[in-house]
């Protein structure tokens, strides 16, 4: 058995802020790397970005920059918000790296001698929002079935892989090996979806440049998501550096549920032709909801956790994000979830529990205490915590994060219950000094294991335990030189508890509820359906459109309203070329006051939805006749 571990997140499109979603992977991922970090094993963990395919060149181009730029720039997002969130990967891949273009520029070739690779013709539907190509069938209502977002013809050569021939091999697989796909209820899907039969995969691409080359044939560029799967044995030392890959491949790969066909079925797949090993397990998360609403650009609603992160401590976020859902399921984020889980669990139980120990060994001991080995340990505090222990493990081992803590908790809940039944004050009271060093290095003892069991999720809560306990080595480099300490009674020596502020402060209820509105403020959030009325809002469509001179942001449109033709200069010229708005259908506004913008009698307004550096204008589903009212 090798004693490594080899962790993966998905690679984040560089078209997008983070949001809570990356933040949910990345952090899960990590605390899988600490945790197997304590057992002794030699960890890798990866994260990064995935900067080619036609989203990104879209994007970039909207914005009027490369595709290179935008990456570089996005990227760094993603790097700080890894920072801030106490994330330890060991690599961070970005595929636009040499390192990565020849990993898959090896590969492609790989599969191709192994005559898997053929060129054919491709004609089909494709979602650029989610890079995938469907069949007729798959569409729903005409529109993609992941995303709900409209769908473009695609016609054109293409290389082939030749999946179809890993049907039955890729079957095989998954049902000899029942871990291979987790949850179990995500297993099920992937079988259903291979026993149909695999169609060959269209790898290849002509209509777009951004990407890298198919070897010997540059007019195609090799289809996004080979070459983001790639990343995955790129960063592991494929082919350059194999001591490195068959020391760490294969991988976990923790991702959404949305992209697990990628990474259950392609992925594979390619790695059968190349005659590599498949991954280790693929671990599919489900989706957060915000405040009960999906969470969309469109809506604007996209948590940002560096916000979440500033405003609750990282610690915190961190805990919430594994705690209040079963990992595999579907979770809301709301303040006041997260709230509640600061206050009670953490505040309450956790914060409590550490505080008042050590409080009573600063009164009671002058700070001092010695580990349990030396003293006597009590019995069932040990195997309270030796079942806690296990039962965690198991949770660890299969991902089940939200178990693992429900574990802890219990365990944290018997400590504060152990306070109470043994009553160290009346011991100290009765001057039973034995009696109370029993109980008060035992009860230390219990909160040190607390402290390596919440490592994982909680790195710095964790390390502010030890040492306020008195140890002081931070928890790896404690538990890493000797393995047996993450066990009940296993240490011994005299430690000296340091009083530490309070590790969770309260979040009081009135920084939680809002103050109720007032019945006259209450009136004033809210317009009236005759306030609304006064709006005039219409359709109109684009006849011309061209750059407003010394401005960068504006483009200056002729507007035919239904009646006649008007001049509406418009904030756009940033996400939208002249070319590509003239003949679009809009939504505007006609009966706004007119204004001069750079020297231009602007009448109305064009309606258009942003979010951070995206801009998107707003036309109706159907084509409606010119002039119609939207009300
Ligand atoms: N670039 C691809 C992955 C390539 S991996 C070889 C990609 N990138 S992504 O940036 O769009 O998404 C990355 C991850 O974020 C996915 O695992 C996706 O499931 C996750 N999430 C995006 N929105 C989410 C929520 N609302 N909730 C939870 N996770 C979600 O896909």
């Known amino acids: 058995m090798k004693n490594t571990f080899y962790v993966t997140t998905p690679i984040y499109y560089v078209n997008d802020v983070p949001h809570i979603g990356h933040a949910y992977t990345t952090i899960a991922a990590d605390s899988a790397a600490r945790y197997h970090r304590l ?8 994260t990064g970005t995935d900067e080619h395919g036609q989203k990104i060149e879209k994007t970039a181009k909207a914005q009027g920059i490369e595709p290179k730029e935008l990456a570089n720039k996005v990227v760094e997002n993603f790097k700080k918000l890894w920072k801030v969130l106490n994330i330890s990967n060991d690599d961070f891949i970005r595929t636009t790296e040499e390192r990565h273009y020849n990993t898959v520029t090896f590969l492609f070739k790989k599969i191709m001698e192994n005559g898997d690779i053929y060129k054919g ?4 539907w494709y979602c650029i929002p989610d890079e995938t190509f469907l069949t007729e069938s798959q569409l729903i209502d005409g529109k993609c079935p992941e995303c709900g977002r409209p769908v473009d013809k695609l016609k054109e050569e293409s290389y082939f892989f030749r999946m179809s021939k890993y049907t039955e091999p890729l079957l095989n697989y998954i049902m000899e090996n029942p871990d291979f796909i987790y949850p179990p209820s995500r297993r099920n899907e992937i079988i259903n979806f291979v026993k149909q ?16 080359p198919v070897p010997g044939d540059d007019k195609h560029v090799i289809y996004v998501w080979f070459d983001a799967l790639t990343n995955y044995i790129t960063a592991a030392g494929y082919p350059h550096d194999m001591e490195k890959f068959n ?6 790969h923790f991702i959404g549920k949305d992209i697990l066909k990628f990474h259950a079925v392609y992925w594979p797949c390619f790695l059968l032709s190349a005659g590599l090993p498949l991954p280790k397990r693929v671990v599919a998360h489900g989706w957060w909801t915000v405040e009960g609403q999906k969470m969309s650009k469109s809506l604007g609603n996209a948590i940002d956790p560096f916000a979440l992160a500033e405003k609750y401590g990282v610690d915190p976020f961190r805990y919430f994000l594994l705690r209040e859902v079963p990992f595999g399921s579907d979770g809301d984020f709301s303040h006041d979830a997260m709230i509640k889980r600061i206050n009670s669990d953490l505040a309450n139980d956790l914060g409590n529990l550490v505080k008042r120990s050590i409080t009573m060994v600063e009164k009671f001991l002058d700070k ?23 039962e965690y493990d198991n949770a660890m081992l299969d991902s089940s994060f939200s178990r693992a803590l429900e574990q802890v908790w219990n365990f944290i809940n018997i400590l504060n219950k152990f306070i109470v039944g043994t009553e160290p004050w009346a011991l100290h009271k009765n001057k039973r000094i034995e009696d109370l060093k029993l109980v008060m290095s035992n009860l230390m003892e219990g909160i040190r294991v607390t402290a390596i069991l919440i490592y994982p999720f909680m790195p710095e809560t964790a390390n502010k335990i030890y040492s306020a306990i008195g140890i002081k080595e931070d928890i790896e480099t404690h538990v890493k030189s000797n393995l047996e300490s993450r066990s009940f009674g296993k240490i011994s020596g005299k430690y ?3 009083i530490i502020p309070d590790l969770f402060p309260r979040i009081e209820e009135k920084e939680k509820i809002s103050p109720p509105i007032s019945p006259k403020k209450q009136e004033e959030k809210f317009i009236s359906i005759d306030d609304f009325a006064k709006v005039e809002i219409k359709i109109g469509l684009v006849l011309s459109a061209v750059r407003v001179a010394n401005s960068d942001k504006l483009l200056k449109l002729t507007v035919d309203d239904g009646e006649r033709q008007r001049t509406i200069v418009a904030g756009i010229a940033k996400y939208y070329s002249p070319e590509e708005i003239v003949g679009k259908k809009i939504t ?4 706004l006051k007119p204004a001069r913008l750079m020297g231009i009698q602007s009448e109305g307004m064009i309606l258009a939805a942003s979010s951070e550096n995206e801009l998107s204008i707003i036309i109706p589903e159907k084509d409606i006749r010119t002039g119609s009212k939207v009300k």
């Not at 057992?39 to 990866?46: H, I, T």
């Not at 013709?121 to 089909?124: A, G, V």
């Not at 010695?370 to 296990?390: F, M, Q, R, V, Y």
């Open 39 to 46: 057992r002794g094993e030699k960890v890798f963990f990866l």
């Open 588 to 591: 505007f506004v006609a009966n």
């Open 247 to 252: 020391t760490f491949w294969p991988a976990e």
């Open 368 to 390: 001092k205490y010695e580990l349990p080995l030396n003293i006597g340990i009590h019995p069932s505090l040990a195997s309270h915590c030796e079942e806690t222990i296990k």
């Open 121 to 124: 013709e491709y004609e089909d």
């Open 197 to 212: 039969g695999l169609r060959d995969l269209s790898i290849s691409r002509t209509s777009i440049r951004w990407g890298i």
């Open 496 to 498: 000296e508890v340091e």
